[in-house]
């Protein structure tokens, strides 16, 4: 087979690479054509190099076919490997392995077919088996740095200290690499080590003292250590090199805000701000920067208004005032946000991008009350604007307030019939508001042009499972278990569909187990394995899971009817009415708890 593969590396040099991602099926080895075996070798080799031809233009399936006509022939490793390589970029990770392993069993001397088996276990998430085949790789070839790394990156979450070890041993081997530093730097973070880290990089400024991208990750640790002042005496030292660094200069008034020294942040700010040498866009970076960190830290809030209202002074820039509306929002002004916004639509400015940037970011960070805020500001100057409904009618929707959510995100769907996310979410609205057969109609014209998306078939399911439409239920529920069947909601909410009929509970047992094992402490899934052992007639073991539901999330009514319902069937009737009684007050709607509570009996 040494000539097969002096032949693809002369087929390579003459076609270029493309995508081709057709499913072909296996071979069906009981329909082998009958070969003389005097010809046998020449038809493997014949449809092995028709096979590298067609691999090498990119169409992947074409070539399965061929090595798999070359294979019914010649059982050689190399055909397998060839094999293995070409399903595993189809993503058809079954095929794949079952190849890979037997070029090896085959030929266990080729360092490339290790490889191709320990990235598909790697794909597989089958770590165990990918860290085994990396290590063997490793004793093969001692110099094979791309196995070193991708152990690596395996032992991150399980081995950390071991994944430390071998990024050091990279580091020995290729030098100083900043993507490696930096994993070492926030393993060593993970474990609580930052003189570790510190250190490491401290010895690397020894040898390029003047790397500032070494520097600056040394502020970095220093800062995560709240060693302040060394983090300082560092940005000075960039500083005074490079006075114009304008990193560091936001590096060193972060600093500032760190040690609460509001007055010297702001000096460094203003001093940024009023550098004739930074053009606008450079002083916008840094207050829409700012912002963005206020976000997540609502302390930065006084700097950021600081930084626009300077900048609102010197321009009349329309992005500026939306930005400082937007603050103005989030600090509960609103009489002056809205001020300032009907100031930024006096400039008439004729495109709605820096809105959306805004209220995108607000968005993006879980605002949805001052994106909804913003962008009904704005709606009206721009009413036919996709975006601009589509964000509004979200933010509405994320708050639950789904009746306002409806005409914008109608109209988004008017705008833009083909947009899946906004087909999707006017769905998902139409169904929170009990208009099931239009929430299906628009579910099922997303899933006409996205059809593999299981998050809509999975709230297809909820739908046809609230409506009693079983069998629709559980042929989507199946659809999307079949793209992915490890999916945790997927499993927990059909599992869940299946014990409300009483149906196939040890179907659903296994489900609910997928799902806990993906989230162990999520509370709906605690629920339906409780609920299953309940219709199992298993009810210390669901009044056991019910209780974990209720310690991890809190009480709803569902969790409480079911508790109630357990302690019932365990004679504790008491306090099964007591629970009733809760839930009834949380759900006043439930006319099965009221005849519950009236009844004092399920």
């Not at 191709?116 to 790697?122: K, S």
């Not at 094979?144 to 979450?157: H, P, V």
């Not at 940024?272 to 207050?287: A, T, V, Y």
């Not at 409780?530 to 569902?558: M, N, R, V």
Request: charged fraction near 25%; charge should be negative; aromatic fraction near 12%.
């Amino acid at each position: 087979m040494i000539k097969y593969f002096a032949l693809i590396s002369v087929i390579f040099i003459f076609f270029g690479c493309s995508s081709n991602k057709e499913v072909v099926k296996n071979y069906n080895t009981s329909t082998a054509k009958i070969i003389d075996p005097a010809e046998k070798e020449n038809y493997a080799l014949d449809h092995f190099i028709n096979g590298s031809v067609e691999e090498a233009k990119g169409n992947y399936a074409g070539a399965i076919s061929e090595y798999l006509e070359s294979l019914s022939q010649d059982t050689s490793a190399a055909i397998y490997y060839a094999l293995a390589k070409n399903y595993f970029i189809l993503e058809k990770i079954p095929e794949a392995l079952k190849y890979a392993k037997r070029s090896i069993d085959l030929n266990n001397s080729k360092i490339e077919y290790f490889e191709l088996l320990g990235d598909v276990f790697n794909s597989a998430r089958q770590n165990d088996s990918a860290s085994a085949t990396y290590e063997k790789i490793i004793g093969m070839d001692s110099t094979n740095y791309s196995a070193y790394y991708k152990l690596a990156q395996i032992y991150e979450t399980t081995k950390p200290l071991k994944a430390i070890e071998l990024y050091n041993k990279l580091t020995d081997y290729v030098g100083p690499d900043w993507s490696i530093l930096m994993r070492v730097g926030e393993l060593y973070e993970k474990l609580g080590d930052n003189e570790s880290a510190a250190t490491s990089v401290v010895k690397l400024l020894t040898i390029d003292p003047s790397n500032t991208a070494l520097q600056k990750l040394l502020v970095e640790i220093y800062e995560r250590e709240k060693k302040y002042d060394k983090a300082l005496e560092i940005i000075n030292d960039i500083l005074e090199t490079s006075p114009n660094d304008l990193d560091a200069h936001e590096r060193k008034a972060q600093i500032y805000l760190l040690q609460n020294k509001w007055e010297e942040a702001s000096n460094e700010y203003d001093l940024l701000l009023k550098q004739p040498d930074i053009p606008f866009e450079g002083k916008m970076r840094i207050g829409a920067s700012y912002f963005a960190k206020s976000l997540s830290d609502s302390s930065l809030y006084p700097v950021v208004k600081k930084i626009f209202t300077k900048l609102d002074q010197d321009t009349t820039a329309v992005q500026i005032k939306i930005y400082l509306g937007a603050l103005n929002f989030l600090i509960r002004d609103d009489k002056v946000a809205e001020k300032i916004l009907l100031g930024a639509l006096e400039l008439k400015n004729e495109n709605s991008q820096y809105w959306l940037q805004v209220g995108g970011l607000l968005f993006d960070n879980k605002k949805y009350r001052e994106t909804a805020k913003l962008m009904n500001f704005v709606v009206t100057t721009f009413p036919e604007d996709f975006g601009v409904n589509f964000i509004l009618g979200l933010s509405y929707a994320q708050t639950e307030n789904h009746t306002s959510a409806k005409p914008y995100l109608q109209k988004a769907v008017e705008i833009s019939p083909r947009d899946v996310n906004a087909l999707s979410a006017y769905g998902y609205t139409l169904n929170q508001l009990k208009d099931y057969d239009n929430a299906i109609k628009y579910l099922n014209k997303a899933l006409n042009l996205k059809p593999g998306d299981v998050n809509l078939l999975g709230t297809l399911g909820l739908i046809y499972n609230s409506q009693e439409r079983w069998t629709e239920c559980d042929s989507v529920y199946e659809k999307a278990l079949k793209l992915d069947s490890n999916n945790a909601l997927i499993n927990n909410n059909y599992a869940y569909a299946l014990s409300e009929r009483g149906l196939q509970l040890e179907k659903a047992m296994k489900m609910v187990n997928i799902a806990l094992k993906v989230d162990s402490a999520n509370s709906s899934y605690l629920d339906t394995k409780g609920w299953i052992y309940f219709k199992l007639g298993q009810f210390d073991e669901a009044k056991d899971f019910i209780q974990k539901a209720i310690s991890s999330g809190g009480e709803s009514a569902t969790t409480l009817e079911h508790l109630g319902d357990a302690k019932f069937m365990t004679g504790e009737k008491k306090s099964a009415i007591e629970l009733w009684q809760k839930a009834f007050n949380l759900d006043s709607t439930n006319n099965n708890l009221k005849n519950k509570i009236d009844k004092g009996e399920i």
